[in-house]
């Protein structure tokens, strides 16, 4: 029987199926969220399902952290039913994503996870099992340092350019013809009609300039590190402790990235970056379940 991993966030789904110690199968597909009472997420869930449904065999139990998932009775009730559909001979688990993100990289009371994908948070988990969470407010009330933050202050340094008529520079080129526009007239109309997914994804544009040495690029990247070790320090605040080690995770602070080693800069030696195969975790934790 087989063990199925799955790590649902805002950019992907991606899952692993494990017999034992061995990988059977991996995949990577749609992104899917846990809010079971909206049409379109509710459609995408039966998506990326079936999607999986169709290239697994034999599941016995499902290990899944999802983004947005509602843990109230009778919201993960529904949940588990759903999947039941699919896999019915299958015991499911589902987490928040972070919580699994969590748990891939760190034991319960070992540490701070700092995660900063299209949106930005930090987690610890206790001893006891207590999930403690700073941050992850969403992009209209917070999220600072993370994918949409970054790709919004690399568009506003476009916008401080054209207004002071200066000599626009490559990084600023760049971002302009990403966005289609010449114009404060083509940034509104891309800004205000394209899903915030499109301006998050600005920010893999700003990780390349800042590496090639691009001073603008180079400072919103520090600014989001700052962002991140304000987020940082108010969980050290709230857990009483600044002894932890801190994780970083997610898009926007991976190996070798420019945050991730300006975030580093300013936490220092307690600050690593995660490299756990999120989704293979999850097959695993769901072994043990």
Excluded at 132 to 148: I, T
Aim: hydrophobic share 45%; with cysteine; aromatic share 8%.
């Amino acid at each position: 029987m087989a063990f199925l991993g799955i790590d649902a966030g805002a950019s992907a789904t991606k899952w692993v199926l494990l017999d034992g110690n061995r990988t059977i199968a991996t995949g990577r597909t749609l992104p899917m969220d846990g809010h079971i009472y909206k049409d379109t997420s509710l459609a995408r869930i039966r998506e990326v399902l079936t999607e999986i449904a169709e290239k697994t065999d034999k599941v016995k139990g499902i290990y899944a952290g999802i983004t947005g998932l509602s843990l109230a009775e009778n919201d993960y009730a529904i949940t588990k039913t759903l999947f039941g559909e699919y896999f019915p001979s299958a015991e499911f688990t589902g987490v928040s994503d972070m919580e699994l993100a969590y748990r891939a990289h760190l034991e319960p009371g070992e540490g701070i996870l700092i995660y900063a994908g299209t949106g930005s948070i930090a987690v610890h988990i206790t001893k006891e099992n207590s999930i403690k969470r700073m941050g992850g407010w969403g992009y209209l009330l917070g999220d600072e340092g993370a994918g949409y933050w970054i790709g919004r202050e690399a568009i506003r340094s476009c916008l401080h350019a054209l207004e002071m008529g200066q000599t626009l520079s490559g990084f600023h080129a760049t971002i302009l013809e990403e966005v289609g526009a010449k114009d404060w007239v083509g940034i509104r109309n891309f800004v205000y009609s394209e899903h915030r997914s499109a301006i998050a994804s600005l920010s893999r544009l700003v990780s390349d300039a800042a590496t090639t040495g691009d001073h603008n690029a180079q400072l919103i990247l520090e600014m989001a590190a700052g962002e991140l070790n304000i987020l940082k320090g108010r969980m050290q605040h709230l857990l009483g402790s600044y002894s932890h080690t801190v994780v970083l995770a997610g898009g926007v602070l991976t190996q070798g990235s420019y945050a991730a080693a300006a975030l580093i800069k300013l936490i220092g030696t307690k600050a690593i970056v995660g490299e756990a195969d999120i989704a293979k975790k999850a097959a695993e934790l769901a072994s043990e379940a």
